[in-house]
């Protein structure tokens, strides 16, 4: 049945969406508040899953792999804003592209030398492998409905931090008056500290999960960063509602253009060309959706501010 | 002023100075190295018309140069196989003329510069970073898929395209070919600055509301100096895939762009000369640094972390001082 498929592949596409949105949270909370354009997120990610992979290899545990991933991104993003990034703020973004683009460089080649060049390989845990079965007879992967819930979990607690905690009033009053807070009495710098350190864990935790389903390897981080960009230009930049919208609206491009670009040409072309200009086009369909977005909105869909 | 004088010209004399004494001692792998710091140049006077004068920050000029590589490698490609291009509505085929090959390498990617840069333009700031970014990612995913012309494994050319009068597979001559198209972008870049048009686009840089109030429209100026740029890179982009005989997606990557910014950056943004300097620079370091690790990398991310927070003007700052910086 052809329509069991698309429901998988909705499927597909909201479990991507939802990992691309723990990247883009934090690239959008990162340029809402301290205004940098931080192109070490990938780098991050990559981190996470490289420590997940170490993790698990050594103990077994998945879960414990979650967690050093997320204690190591943290850890590293914390040295980075501490040492480097915190020197960015105040400078333009052309700096700030070339420093996260050197500290890129130096991650990746650091990466290479300690693990190598072989991809690591990181396995879901036994209790999240094989399959469920969903109404109407879908069979669909756990541990792929497992990163939907968790996903959409962390993005929930985001929400509400942001909304009703102390730190989340602090982040949001950051957004809109950096020396306003500062007057009244509240530590920036340990401020932004937190909020790069809170990023970076939600793009390590994202390169752990998204290491069991594909290999953990240099340069893994790079492509997902892209997409989060196209995440947040789409989303608006700075707002986390405009991330997860952009994030599954993304998600579901991506794989649902796959699917059926393939299928709609193959109504009038040959199935050669039909795949061969479907899958083109597929892979250029998100930023079709940006440009088209773009035109509509330049500020994209929720950055009216 | 003439700090910077003796430094544009040390490194021209340099730049042919170092191939001729290679010449003589028959080392055709130095003039190599000093042919693709030459093409690297153009590549960054390319971006350093859109960035140092415009103050455009893009991140996605490897879809022009890798577009000029691509002009050159599907051209030829069909010279090579004698199978035309086109047959429909008009037969078109292939060439290995060097100079039509460069007319149309800079015409496509003026034509792509163009579009991105319309769509790209409404957009300001840290937006059309990314966004040029995302295009030129899309460019890259698009010729990965494009199975006709190899796909991810990109394209082989037999021989090097022909020049009349030169045989260009000979290392020198295929220098003092680019060395010239070096200086023939150089002087026009040069002149541009100079022109009403170039010192509009500086001013627009500067204070737009102010161009805006003399009647100008900073879009214009805008896209006008995008798309120049988008023109220079694809013609570094044909030269270095005649260089290397080979064109692949790895040229429209986003590392590519990274890379030319850095050209920039290294020599000195918005100097006519810095790309020169930085490219000369980046080809110098590569290889003295890949010889001396497998990991050199590291090193030119250090490298480039130290300039970024700590000499921003780059070498020409470094040596001709700031005060002559166009901002």
């Given at each position: 049945m052809s329509w069991i498929l698309l429901v998988e592949q909705t499927l597909n596409g909201l479990q991507f969406g939802v990992m691309l949105f723990l990247m883009a949270a934090?690239?959008?909370?990162?340029?809402?508040v301290m205004g940098l354009i931080n192109l070490v997120h990938g780098s991050l990610y990559m981190i996470g899953a490289f420590a997940a992979a170490a993790v698990a290899a050594a103990t077994g545990s998945?879960?414990?792999?979650?967690?050093?991933?997320?204690?190591?991104?943290?850890?590293?993003?914390?040295?980075?804003?501490?040492?480097?990034?915190?020197?960015?703020?105040?400078?333009?973004?052309?700096?700030?592209?070339?420093?996260?683009?050197?500290?890129?460089?130096?991650?990746?080649?650091?990466?290479?030398?300690?693990?190598?060049?072989?991809?690591?390989?990181?396995d879901p845990p036994d209790y999240l492998s094989g399959s469920v079965s969903l109404p109407f007879g879908i069979e669909y992967s756990r541990y792929r409905l497992s990163l939907i819930v968790v996903g959409l979990a962390v993005a929930a607690g985001l929400f509400w931090m942001i909304a009703k905690t102390r730190i989340g009033i602090r982040i949001r009053a950051g957004e809109n008056d950096r020396e306003m807070i500062g007057a009244l009495g509240i530590d920036i710098s340990s401020l932004y500290t937190l909020v790069f350190a809170l990023g970076a864990a939600l793009a390590g935790l994202a390169g752990a999960?998204?290491?069991?389903?594909?290999?953990?390897?240099?340069?893994?981080?790079?492509?997902?960063?892209?997409?989060?960009?196209?995440?947040?230009?789409?989303?608006?930049?700075?707002?986390?509602?405009?991330?997860?919208?952009?994030?599954?609206?993304?998600?579901?491009?991506?794989?649902?253009?796959?699917?059926?670009?393939?299928?709609?040409?193959?109504?009038f072309l040959s199935p050669s060309a039909a795949t061969s200009v479907g899958s083109s086009l597929a892979s250029m369909s998100i930023y079709i959706l940006m440009a088209g977005v773009l035109l509509v909105r330049p500020k994209g869909l929720f950055g009216g501010v | 002023m003439k700090r910077e004088f003796l430094l544009n010209g040390g490194l021209l004399i340099l730049l042919v100075v170092i191939p001729a004494v290679a010449w003589f001692t028959d080392e055709p792998f130095l003039i190599t190295l000093v042919t693709r710091a030459v093409i690297f140049s153009i590549a960054g006077i390319g971006l350093n018309f859109a960035l140092g004068f415009g103050g455009l920050v893009s991140f996605g000029h490897a879809?022009?140069?890798?577009?000029?590589?691509?002009?050159?490698?599907?051209?030829?490609?069909?010279?090579?196989?004698?199978?035309?291009?086109?047959?429909?509505?008009?037969?078109?085929?292939?060439?290995?003329?060097m100079m039509i090959i460069w007319v149309i390498a800079i015409v496509v990617s003026a034509l792509a510069a163009l579009a991105i840069g319309a769509l790209s333009l409404r957009t300001t700031g840290v937006y059309f970073i990314m966004i040029t970014l995302a295009f030129g990612q899309m460019l890259y995913y698009f010729t990965i898929s494009w199975s006709a012309y190899g796909g991810?494994?990109?394209l082989s050319i037999y021989v090097r395209n022909g020049f009349p009068g030169l045989n260009t597979m000979d290392p020198i001559q295929f220098f003092i070919i680019c060395y010239v198209l070096l200086l023939v972008v150089v002087y026009g870049v040069y002149r541009a600055e100079k022109s009403p048009f170039g010192l509009m686009l500086q001013a627009a840089r500067q204070n737009e509301d102010r161009v805006q109030a003399v009647g100008q429209v900073p879009y214009r100026l805008y896209l006008t100096a995008f798309t120049i740029s988008g023109a220079i890179t694809g013609l570094a982009g044909a030269?270095?895939?005649?260089?290397?005989?080979?064109?692949?997606?790895?040229?429209?990557?986003?590392?590519?762009?990274?890379?030319?910014?850095?050209?920039?950056?290294?020599?000195g943004v918005g100097r006519v000369f810095g790309p020169v300097a930085g490219a000369a620079l980046f080809v110098l370091?590569?290889?003295?640094?890949?010889?001396?690790?497998?990991?050199?990398?590291?090193?030119?991310?250090?490298?480039?972390?130290?300039?970024?927070?700590?000499?921003?003007?780059?070498?020409?700052?470094?040596?001709?001082?700031?005060?002559?910086?166009?901002?």
């Open positions: 934090g690239l959008t909370l990162i340029f809402g998945f879960l414990l792999a979650l967690i050093a991933s997320l204690a190591a991104a943290a850890a590293a993003g914390v040295v980075v804003e501490t040492t480097v990034i915190r020197r960015l703020y105040d400078r333009d973004h052309l700096d700030q592209v070339l420093a996260t683009f050197a500290l890129i460089l130096i991650f990746s080649e650091g990466t290479r030398w300690v693990f190598g060049s072989f991809p690591l390989f990181l999960l998204i290491g069991a389903i594909q290999s953990v390897q240099v340069g893994m981080g790079e492509p997902v960063l892209i997409l989060a960009f196209v995440v947040i230009v789409i989303g608006g930049i700075g707002s986390i509602k405009g991330a997860l919208i952009g994030a599954i609206l993304v998600g579901l491009t991506d794989t649902l253009g796959g699917f059926l670009l393939p299928k709609l040409f193959a109504l | 879809a022009f140069f890798g577009l000029g590589g691509y002009a050159m490698g599907i051209l030829a490609y069909h010279a090579q196989t004698y199978t035309p291009m086109l047959e429909w509505p008009v037969l078109v085929e292939g060439t290995n003329s991810e494994d990109g030269l270095f895939a005649d260089l290397n005989r080979f064109v692949s997606p790895s040229m429209l990557s986003w590392q590519t762009s990274g890379e030319i910014m850095i050209f920039v950056i290294l020599g370091l590569e290889h003295s640094l890949g010889g001396l690790s497998e990991y050199w990398h590291i090193y030119l991310g250090a490298i480039l972390l130290g300039v970024v927070l700590f000499a921003r003007g780059g070498l020409f700052g470094l040596i001709a001082g700031r005060e002559v910086a166009h901002d």
